[in-house]
């Protein structure tokens, strides 16, 4: 027994040895793992728990503010509270609605763009297991399903929903509204939830709950204002969200997508020098994608200021004088003006180039009103008329086809193939002078006919025509800017072109000649005088003076960054004694005889130019007797007739022996009056008004006197801070 009990006790030290050592080479491997991690790993591994991120949002400034000549504020920018959502990247749809559902209770939002499919994503991020809602059939694919391609569940679901699920209260449309635009915000870049109409007491109530709504802030936005009236915002241009089609182009520059910009007008040529430069904050985020910190890293600038070239008065007045004659018009021969709503006028110093004032205005003939289309004044075309005679006889002279004081006997032509051609009546032996005070068609086509054929040609017989000499001939229209560039590059995407084609006809280069071929802006029309006018330079039109510093003080313009100088863009090539010889038949025009001189006969200024009338045709639809457009089984217009309709022009510069005004009118459209009696002069009406009111400004301020009519609201606007 002894033995045995000596036995078993030997046995036990060695177990625990054995346990032991266990457990020292697992302590020692651990210990070695340990140091491997600290050693070889260790540096990683920290750099993983410490990894943050640094993202820089760009934060937009206030634009940049216009004033014209004299130093009126033409755009300014409005202070606006704002209301604004940044999200995190980890933020998802159920924070977002969450945010929306809070937000609801403290704002009120515009729900007239909530979508059928807002409305529907809504109900299914807010119904309690969505699919559980389907039966097993509206589950399965329909066959028009399969044949389009296998759809996804939430795409099955969409089309499912029944229109009685998405019958929300104006409660629900709220926060639908809101979150609708929680879902258009990018990570880390701000977005306006809302800032038209923003009250005190909502910007109060968000401010207060800021701590409960992640992501969403309180702020101030702006937007532009106008302390004139909103008659010239057109050719200002508009501020819009980035067009999709220029998405890239803007990104590339350092955009955010939900960035301003100008997309027509001023605004989008000068977008560079007007969107400023923006405040860049930098957010710094952790390894769970949580803000920890964000810091200003450069300060934001309001955009550069632009000064124009035009005169607010100026343009103020020649709106009113349009819409006037316009509306005078219209109302005088209701029928037979029954196509005509617009019209268009452009003022420019013929030394400098610079735009003075450009106005287009159209008839809102349903709503009984006037809209604001100066942008068609620099891209709408049209054919101009009798205006461009000038144009004609200057390239009469340089082709050598007609020489000073020559005579031509006016009356009918008659071309084979063509319908009878002639003046507005037979005025007999005329000389060149004559031919422009009278308005000769027939000198003209004399002019047209030599450039293009024989230079014998009789009446009656049939013109060798050489259709190569039409582009002769459109080549010295350009270069006073008729069917060219002007150099202005005012951009509109609306521009209508009412362009022919090229029928190289003799008898259409007869209508060429004189202005009821070719088809120009009412801008290029301008440039064409004021080259007349300045003696063969042609200049390029300006709408800006100078780029200015921002300042912060109200009514004071910064230093001079830019300033744009007068720009020739060529100098025609007729000699000078040809113009000269144009400028005086120019002259005749307004004097005793001459087709404008019963509107100007009274005037204390001296005045030159033409006037044009170019006949054209409206087609209409052709109606049933009950008044309704015939139409195919197709739903297409069956027929349409013509109507006669002309336009009218009027071109011009003033004084005459020293020009500091040029300028063009056009008003399309206007009735034919048959029978004895005469349209309704809009034109001359809208030149007249217009010179009277440059010369009555010019005096005015040569006095010292005011000249604003600006209304109250409107001075009290321009003494608030909008910074």
Do not use: C
């Amino acid at each position: 027994m002894g033995k045995k009990k000596k036995k078993n006790k030997s046995h036990l030290p060695f177990r625990l040895n054995i346990l032991f050592f266990v457990v020292f080479m697992l302590f020692s491997a651990l210990i070695l793992q340990l140091g491997v991690v600290q050693i070889l790993h260790g540096q990683e591994a920290q750099e993983e728990i410490d990894r943050t991120e640094n993202v820089t949002t760009k934060i937009p400034v206030p634009r940049g503010k216009m004033y014209d000549r004299y130093g009126n504020l033409v755009v300014d920018n409005k202070p606006l509270y704002s209301i604004t959502y940044t999200p995190m990247k980890t933020t998802d749809a159920k924070d977002r609605l969450k945010i929306a559902q809070d937000l609801a209770n403290l704002i009120e939002k515009d729900t007239s763009e909530v979508t059928k499919r807002d409305k529907q994503d809504y109900w299914i991020l807010t119904a309690e297991n969505p699919y559980a809602k389907l039966s097993k059939d509206e589950q399965k694919f329909t066959e028009d399903e399969e044949k389009a391609g296998e759809p996804s569940p939430y795409e099955i679901l969409l089309d499912r929903i029944k229109p009685e699920d998405i019958d929300y209260t104006e409660d629900e449309l709220q926060i639908i509204a809101i979150k609708r635009e929680l879902d258009q915000a990018y990570a880390l870049s701000p977005h306006i939830i809302k800032n038209q109409g923003v009250t005190t007491a909502e910007y109060a109530r968000v401010a207060e709950h800021l701590t409960e709504l992640p992501g969403v802030n309180v702020t101030t936005d702006w937007e532009r204002q106008y302390p004139y009236e909103n008659s010239y915002k057109s050719y200002i241009g508009a501020i819009n969200s980035i067009p999709k089609n220029s998405l890239e182009y803007f990104l590339s520059r350092g955009y955010t997508r939900n960035d301003r910009v100008g997309t027509s007008g001023l605004e989008q040529m000068y977008e560079t020098v007007l969107k400023g430069q923006k405040e860049h904050i930098q957010h710094t985020t952790n390894s769970d994608q949580e803000l920890v910190n964000s810091k200003v890293v450069q300060e934001g600038e309001r955009g550069k200021d632009l000064v124009l070239t035009v005169d607010m008065e100026l343009q103020k007045r020649l709106d009113k004088i349009v819409q006037k004659e316009l509306k005078a018009a219209i109302d005088k021969f209701p029928n037979k003006n029954q196509y005509m709503d617009d019209a268009y006028a452009v003022a420019m110093d013929p030394q400098t180039g610079e735009i003075l004032a450009i106005s287009g205005q159209k008839w809102d003939r349903e709503d009984q009103k006037f809209i604001d289309t100066s942008y068609l004044a620099a891209n709408g075309k049209y054919e101009p008329g009798s205006a461009v005679k000038a144009a004609t006889l200057l390239a009469g002279y340089e082709e050598g086809v007609v020489r000073k004081g020559e005579p031509i006997y006016d009356s009918p032509i008659k071309l084979q193939g063509t319908d009878e051609k002639s003046s507005y009546r037979n005025l007999g032996e005329i000389n060149d002078i004559e031919a422009l005070k009278y308005s000769s068609n027939v000198y003209m086509f004399h002019i047209a006919m030599r450039i293009g054929g024989d230079p014998t040609y009789e009446h009656n017989e049939k013109l060798d025509f050489n259709p190569a000499q039409f582009q002769v001939m459109r080549n010295y229209y350009s270069q006073f800017g008729l069917g060219t560039e002007t150099g202005a590059r005012l951009p509109d995407n609306l521009t209508p072109s009412r362009d022919k084609g090229d029928d190289l006809l003799g008898g259409k280069m007869m209508d060429l000649a004189i202005g009821q071929y070719d088809t120009y802006t009412t801008l290029q029309l301008a440039q064409y005088i004021s080259t007349i006018a300045n003696d063969g330079y042609r200049m390029k039109p300006q709408f800006v003076k100078e780029i200015r510093e921002p300042v912060a003080k109200r009514g004071k313009v910064g230093s001079v960054v830019e300033s744009k100088e007068p720009k020739v863009m060529n100098k025609i090539t007729m000699e000078d004694h040809y113009l000269q010889r144009v400028q005086k038949g120019l002259r005749e025009v307004f004097l005793s005889g001459g087709t404008a001189h019963s509107y100007f006969k009274d005037v204390d200024y001296k005045v030159a130019g033409k006037t044009g009338t170019a006949q054209r045709y409206h087609y209409e639809p052709v109606k049933d007797k009950n008044g309704d457009i015939i139409r195919d089984e197709d739903g297409n217009v069956e027929d349409y007739k013509r109507v006669p309709v002309e336009n009218l022009t009027l071109v011009g510069y003033a004084p005459y022996e020293n020009p500091e005004i040029a300028f063009a009118v056009v008003v399309p459209d206007t009735g034919v009056i048959t029978g004895g009696g005469y349209q309704y002069q809009t034109n001359k009406e809208i030149g007249r008004g217009l010179l009277d009111t440059y010369f009555e400004l010019k005096k005015q301020r040569a006095e010292g006197k005011d000249v604003s009519d600006q209304s109250d609201e409107s001075k009290e606007s321009q003494n608030e801070d909008s910074e």
